[in-house]
């Protein structure tokens, strides 16, 4: 069993940044590639971002390359989301998503292969 909780949300203006954290429990972490989804108003949930167990291969949405960094940090059982250059319509409820299970692939995560999921942290995007 993993369990998630975000945190870092919060209000900022366009071409700002913020950096989401995920805090995960359990002994096997290092062994589950994660992810981060979101869901803006009126829109079904969509993935943003994922990252490999080993942390050294990572994928992104279209709308956020070159913008949003993935990272993980192992040893603390926590996955980042580092959000720069924000824009109004990257408001959304942010959520951090584990794989289904150790051996499931980033790539998997993609097309929404997602085990656990955590509660979410808003971000609001003002222009």
């Known amino acids: 069993q993993v369990q998630l909780v975000e945190s870092g949300g919060g209000l900022v203006q366009a071409g700002g940044s913020l950096r989401l954290s995920c805090a995960a429990s359990g002994r096997t972490f290092s062994s589950y590639a994660m992810g981060w989804f979101r869901q803006a108003p009126g829109k079904e949930r969509a993935f943003v971002a994922a990252i490999r167990a080993s942390g050294v291969i990572t994928y992104y949405a279209d709308s956020v390359k070159g913008r949003f960094t993935i990272s993980r940090d192992n040893a603390k059982n926590t996955v980042y989301l580092q959000m720069n250059s924000l824009k109004p319509e990257d408001t959304a409820v942010y959520y951090c998503?584990?794989?289904?299970?150790?051996?499931?692939?980033?790539?998997?995560?993609?097309?929404?292969?997602?085990?656990?999921w955590g509660k979410g942290t808003l971000v609001t995007v003002s222009s």
């Open positions: 998503a584990a794989a289904p299970r150790p051996g499931t692939t980033a790539q998997a995560m993609v097309s929404g292969a997602v085990g656990y």
